[in-house]
Every structure is written in structure tokens, then in C-alpha cells.
């Protein structure tokens, strides 16, 4: 993922457009991204964000697609506050995907804000700028005289004023102005930034008005189901095509070979069907006869995973990771030592709308309306499966059902433009809830074989990690890593990370809090064992192992040495200051717990926030756990955008979090999967979850974040913990459900 960020050739282009509206668009250099890679020169972007009218009303576009993190209302704020009018008078559209006019528009990470939030002031005060100019000159007064609010500029001494849509004439004749030398406000001053502002899409919402993706409809579309060989990397073998076209309403049929054997986020083969009626295709499809080549996948079974797992950690790992000290002679002096083996599942997005793209052919080219976390790109996937040139096609972005970064692949974006182009016409592909639990790109399963030493004074002083998880000649699979600096790597004198690998030929991608939200499992799982071993209070030995307030980094070059991501800061005072928040905000050093009832904690750093939770649950005479009230204390830098979204935000990471320690896992038998909808992959039901999500932020001097994901991860170990101080029992794999627990 590479970083946009403006340079010093930022400028601000001024139009005005039929009708007497003025447009202004931000133009920025995006320099250097992470990789390292040197700009080009036609990197150079154009970026179009606002609309002013005449009658003073204002349009401000929404880059980033809306998943469901809120970024369609909080970008727009961020503008709005700036350029100095009334929130009220605003009117936010969603982009067209155009890395031309808005550089990078992928949503994932919880990158959006931090990768835009300078930038997005620097166009709402390069516009309030351009606006106080023309009323100066217009007044003949200095600038310095002019003031703004409520999308209009006055003059105090003289009592004058003048509405932005009285400017435009004026404004439309100024050089534009240097972005990097706009004045940005105070954020004392701010007047819509840090407010609750209700969605802007709620009142379509609630009235179920059409702006998802599976709500597209054109003219003379036809509808379209792809079937795909259920093993992964299988093939069609042979298929009644005649058959199938001779049912109802059917149009077209046709076989697709694909461009991959069935792993690739790309056109992967199958059997398409398109018919009048989505109904008439998938009825269709399930009386298709067809023989699949299953290819060498068939193989691979959850149970051959773990058999495979088992003996791996009896063996010396492939490769060593990370070594700090001696662990082996810690282990042997310390006074007490804990050994415990830690596993989760493979797991499945699972969104509220299943993968959906409408397409239209005509002429040449392609049209297409996506819910797509990276709309350009599926665009390029799209022109190079059907093999036109990028500018061929254009793509809407439409509002998600939700994404958790399945829509990050753009495979159903590849599938509905060959269908279209194939019969030359507008087409809407809509995958079944079984196709998307069963041809997902997974949160890879893992295992972990731990050893922890803690010293007669209750600290801990070694810890060895056998980390056994998926991929081939040493190259994990997507999301299946471990980082040299992942915690508590860095805080413990005596560490050892080795990992081995099993060969995977399932698709795995990233999972909200990618990574993060097995990790947080096993680590804090586990650090509670350690603190129970030391005699010592769970947060309090967590307190004590973060240490000092300190950003702790390795030494330049060390990651790398040691093969992995390693040598990132963590900064301990700002993990501290949210395990101390959420400490005082739970009662926990106050608790008097019924019996059967525990409290647990859990922090966790990911994605540029800091997390730290506290879980009470219960386990009564029955093993029926219930979850009664979470705590969430997070850091995400120096201001909230918008309060009630990233309460919603963070308490929505936590239910999610909680879903999947519960009773979610995806199984693999002969190469396919076994869950194919909700009765066998559950969402979190009502019932189970706490009836409080008690949500804290701490405003701390750091550059904002996201917050999609890093509150997820800290909520699935505080569980287990609390199941632990509840009953005694440790959970050391997921889901919780299968390990003698009722979660119903």
C-alpha cells in the first residue's frame, strides 16, 4: 500500500461551470510512497472535492468507497470544517473510481484517515482562502481585515459581508493557493470536526432506498450466477450446456476457462448463466449437470492440518525469526515455566451483501457499478480480462454491505466483465450466500507452540514461540506471518520466534484487523497464563511488562536481519495510558464478582491504534457463557472526526470480535469448504451479545488514525481471560464453542 501525500507543487484549480457553480479541485504530487519507489511524472493528480452554487450551496465529494467505517460522512467533514460552512447546507455524492482525480481510493488498513486527513484540511482551507481573497479584493481591504463563517466572509469594521456564491464570479479569476502555505485552522476552532454527525446515508438507509451495489438496475439488464468447482483450484471438466439453456428463462450459457486454476483474485473458471431473472439463473445452476476437475487440492483437510501442525512442533523449526538473549538458559533458571500450545481457525468475511457487480458492454467498452474496497483497480483487473484499454472503463462506486476486506479482491468485478462482454449487453452478477462462505480468501488458521519463564519475583523473563502456519519455500501465506516485533517481542530479555510452514492451496486474504486478530489471542492469552503462574494481578503484570513510557524500536536494520517486519516503534506510554483508562473505567482494581463470573483484560496494537478492553462474562451451572459488558479504551491520535461514528466504529469491532471467538471457523474436508451459510457460520445473535459497550477515547498529541479494526483484536482474549477467571479453564483454541462451553 503506498502513501499519497501532497508536495510543494499542490495547487488549487478554479472552474467555473455552466449554471454559475464553481468547482475546485485539489492538484498535489504524490511523492515518494513507502516502497520506496520514486514519483513519476505522471503521477502528477488531479483531485476534484468540491462544488459551490451560486445560492451558496455546497457539494463535497467522497473519494473513498463506504463500507460501513463512516469515511463518506467524516471526509466530507473534514472539507467542510475547513472551507468554514454550515454542515447543514453541505450535500456529500459519492466519487467515480478515478485514480486521476483522487489519487489512491482503496479503503482497508484504517488507512483512509491518517493517509488523507492533512490533505482534505488543506483543500477546505485552500478554498475559505480563495474565498476571503476575492471578498478583499472585491472590498479593496486586506485580507488580514476578512473573516469567514458559515460559508460567508465578512468585514467587521465596515459591517460588510459577501456568501461564497457571491464570490464565485470573482473567486473563478484568482490564482489558486498553495496548499502547502494555506493557513489551517486551530483545532480549538473547529466547528464540525469532533461533533457527533449522523451518517449522511442513514435517513436512505433506514428507508431502504437503493445504494448498495446489489441494488443496481439498468435498462434491458439481464441477471448472472458463476459457478466455480467447489475444490479450490479445480476446473470445469465437462457441463450439459444444451441443458441448461433449455430452462426456463435462461439466455446464455457458457463455459469460462479462466486465467488462473481457481486461486487467483482474478477470472477464475467456471460456469456462467445468464437468464431474465437472478431466480431463473440460480435454478439454473443448481440443475446443472456438470463434472468438475478438482485438481491436487482435494487433498487438504482441516484435520491433515493440525496432524501436520502436531508433528511439525516436535521437530526443529524451519527457520529461526527472531533471537533475543538465551532463551533455552531462561527457561532452565526461571522459577516458574508455563508451556501451552494455542490454535484458531480458518474464518470467512461473511458480509451482509454478497459479492455483486453490474456491468454493461457496449461499444467496446465497459461500464461497471461495484461495492468494491479498491474500485480503480478492479477497474484494471476488469480491462486487462477482457482485454480493452484502462480508460474503456468506467466504474461507479457504490455503498457496501460491509467488506472486512473481502472486497479488497475484485474477483467478482473480473467475472460480471466477461459475462457482459461475452453477450454484449448490461448484466448484474450476484453471487449466492454459499458461493461467498465457500470461495472466500480466508483469515488464515494458525498454530502456536509457546514456552514462558517468569523469575521468583513475578517477572517475565523468557518466552519461545514455535509458530506453525501456512505457505511454501519460506514465503507465508497472504496474512499468515508473524512479525520479529510483534509483542511482546522487544519487552522480554529472552525471546525466540521460529516458524514453520505447512503448504497451503487455499486462498487466504486479509480479515478485519488483518492478522491482529488471531495474534492478539495467543499473546495475550497467554501473557494471562504467565501473570496467573507469577501470583500476579493480570493488568498490573501487563503494566509492569510494558515498563517505562518509552517508544521501543530495534536497532536500524534489525527487522530485516531477522527476516521480518521487525523494527517498528511501539510507543509503551501510549499502550499504558490506555490499559491505565481502562482500568479505572471498569472498576477493575475494585471488583467483587458473583461467583461463576470473571473480569478479563487484553491489549493489543495494530493498524496505528492503541486498544486495551475488559470483558465480564459469566459461566453458570449449565456451561452457558454470557458476555454482560465490555470496556474499550483507545488512542488514536489527536482527534476524533466524528464521536459518534468511531463509538459506533469501535463497538461494532468488538461484536464482531466476539462473533468470531464464539462459534465461527471454516473447515476444509477434500479440498472444499464445509460452511456454506449462517446455520453453520454464525453471526453473533442478539442474545449473545453484552447488553453494554462502554467505549473511552484518550486524546494523546499523535497524528489521527482509523479505527475500523485495531478495536477488535483485544476483545477475543479479554473473553477468554474472563472465562478464565469465571471457571478456571483456559481457552487455547477457537472457537469457544467446541471447547465445553454453551454459547447460544
Not at 464540525?192 to 438496475?217: F, L, Q
Amino acid at each position: 500500500m503506498s502513501t499519497l501525500t501532497v508536495g510543494r507543487r499542490g495547487f488549487l484549480k478554479v472552474t467555473v461551470l455552466a449554471g454559475g457553480s464553481l468547482l475546485l479541485g485539489a492538484y498535489f504530487e504524490p511523492v515518494r510512497a513507502i516502497t520506496g519507489k520514486a514519483s513519476r511524472a505522471a503521477d502528477f493528480m488531479p483531485n476534484a472535492y468540491i462544488r459551490i452554487a451560486a445560492d451558496g450551496a455546497v457539494t463535497i465529494i467522497a473519494k473513498n468507497p463506504e463500507i460501513g467505517q463512516g469515511i463518506k460522512t467524516a471526509f466530507p467533514m473534514i472539507i467542510a470544517d475547513e472551507l468554514d460552512v454550515d454542515w447543514k447546507s453541505v450535500t456529500v455524492e459519492m466519487a467515480m473510481a478515478d485514480q486521476a482525480k483522487y489519487g489512491s481510493q482503496n479503503v482497508g488498513g484504517s488507512s483512509s484517515t491518517p493517509n488523507n486527513y492533512t490533505t482534505l484540511r488543506r483543500v477546505g482551507a485552500a478554498g475559505r482562502q480563495l474565498f476571503v481573497t476575492a471578498a478583499a479584493q472585491t472590498w479593496n481591504v486586506p485580507e488580514s481585515e476578512c473573516t469567514t463563517a458559515s460559508g460567508t466572509v465578512f468585514h467587521r469594521s465596515s459591517n460588510r459581508k459577501l456568501g461564497y456564491g457571491e464570490l464565485i464570479a470573482k473567486a473563478a479569476t484568482l490564482p489558486p493557493p498553495d496548499l502547502q502555505s494555506v493557513t489551517l485552522k486551530d483545532p480549538k476552532d473547529f466547528k464540525i470536526i469532533g461533533t457527533p454527525v449522523p451518517n449522511v446515508d442513514a435517513p436512505g438507509i433506514v428507508r431502504g432506498m437503493p445504494m448498495y451495489g446489489i441494488d443496481v438496475t439498468l435498462p434491458g439488464m439481464l441477471y448472472a450466477v458463476y459457478a466455480k468447482c467447489p475444490v479450490f483450484g479445480g476446473k470445469v471438466a465437462s457441463v450439459d450446456l444444451a441443458a441448461v439453456k433449455a430452462m426456463p428463462g435462461v439466455r446464455h450459457a457458457f463455459v469460462v476457462d479462466g486465467a488462473s486454476p481457481g486461486m487467483s483474485a482474478g477470472l477464475n473458471p467456471g460456469v456462467a448463466i445468464v437468464a431474465d431473472s437472478w431466480w431463473y439463473a440460480k435454478t439454473a445452476r443448481d440443475k446443472m449437470r456438470v463434472t468438475w476437475d478438482e485438481g491436487s487440492t482435494e487433498g487438504q483437510s482441516t484435520a491433515e492440518f493440525a496432524q501436520r501442525a502436531a508433528e511439525l512442533s516436535q521437530q526443529s523449526p524451519e527457520r529461526s525469526v527472531r533471537k533475543d538473549g538465551d532463551v533455552d538458559a531462561a527457561l532452565s533458571g526461571a522459577a516458574k515455566v508455563v508451556a501451552a500450545a494455542y490454535s484458531y481457525p480458518f474464518l470467512a468475511h461473511a458480509p451482509l451483501e454478497p459479492m455483486n457487480c453490474t456491468a454493461s458492454w457496449q461499444n467496446g467498452k465497459l461500464e461497471m457499478w461495484a461495492p468494491s474496497q479498491g474500485p480503480f483497480g478492479g477497474g484494471q483487473l476488469a480491462a486487462r480480462t477482457v482485454g480493452i484499454p484502462e480508460s474503456d472503463v468506467t466504474v461507479h462506486i457504490t455503498r457496501a454491505g460491509g467488506g472486512f476486506g473481502r472486497r479488497g479482491f475484485n474477483d467478482f468485478m473480473a467475472e460480471a466483465a466477461w459475462i457482459a462482454k461475452t453477450i454484449g449487453g448490461p448484466v448484474k452478477l450476484l453471487w449466492t450466500r454459499e458461493d461467498d462462505i465457500q470461495h472466500d480468501y480466508y483469515r488464515p488458521g494458525g498454530f502456536h507452540f509457546l514456552k514462558g519463564g517468569v523469575d521468583a519475583d513475578g517477572k517475565l523473563v523468557a518466552w519461545h514461540n514455535h509458530f506453525v502456519s501456512f505457505g511454501e519455500n519460506g514465503r507465508a501465506a497472504l496474512t499468515a506471518d508473524l512479525s520479529a516485533s510483534e509483542f511482546p517481542a522487544r519487552f522480554v530479555p529472552n525471546y525466540a520466534l521460529d516458524i514453520s510452514l505447512i503448504p497451503l492451496r487455499v486462498p487466504t486474504g486479509w480479515l478485519r484487523a488483518p492478522g491482529s486478530n488471531a495474534l492478539a489471542f495467543v499473546m495475550q492469552s497467554f501473557i494471562d497464563e504467565l501473570a496467573h503462574a507469577a501470583g500476579k494481578d493480570p493488568l498490573q503484570f501487563r503494566l509492569d511488562l510494558l515498563g517505562a513510557p518509552r517508544m521501543v524500536t530495534d536497532p536500524p536494520g534489525a527487522g530485516g536481519a531477522r527476516g521480518r517486519r521487525g523494527g517498528g516503534g511501539y510507543d509503551a506510554a501510549r499502550m499504558r495510558g490506555v490499559l491505565e483508562l481502562v482500568r479505572d473505567k471498569s472498576g477493575w482494581d475494585n471488583r467483587q464478582l458473583p461467583g461463576g463470573t470473571g473480569m478479563g483484560v487484553a491489549f493489543h496494537f495494530s493498524h496505528r491504534g492503541y486498544f486495551a478492553e475488559v470483558v465480564e462474562a459469566s459461566v453458570d451451572a449449565t456451561n452457558l457463557l454470557k458476555v454482560h459488558k465490555i470496556w474499550i479504551a483507545g488512542d488514536i491520535g489527536s482527534q476524533i472526526i466524528n464521536p459518534s461514528a468511531a463509538i459506533g466504529q469501535a463497538q461494532g469491532a468488538a461484536l464482531d470480535g466476539l462473533a468470531q471467538a464464539l462459534g465461527q471457523e471454516i473447515t476444509i474436508d477434500r479440498g472444499r469448504v464445509v460452511q456454506s451459510n449462517f446455520h453453520n457460520f454464525a453471526l453473533l445473535r442478539h442474545r449473545q451479545a453484552p447488553a453494554e459497550v462502554e467505549v473511552h477515547f484518550r486524546i494523546t498529541d499523535n497524528p489521527p488514525t482509523g479505527l475500523g479494526e485495531p478495536a477488535l483484536p483485544p476483545v477475543i482474549p479479554a473473553l477468554c481471560n474472563a472465562i478464565f477467571a469465571a471457571t478456571g479453564k483456559r481457552i487455547r483454541a477457537l472457537p469457544i464453542s467446541k471447547q465445553g462451553l454453551r454459547v447460544a
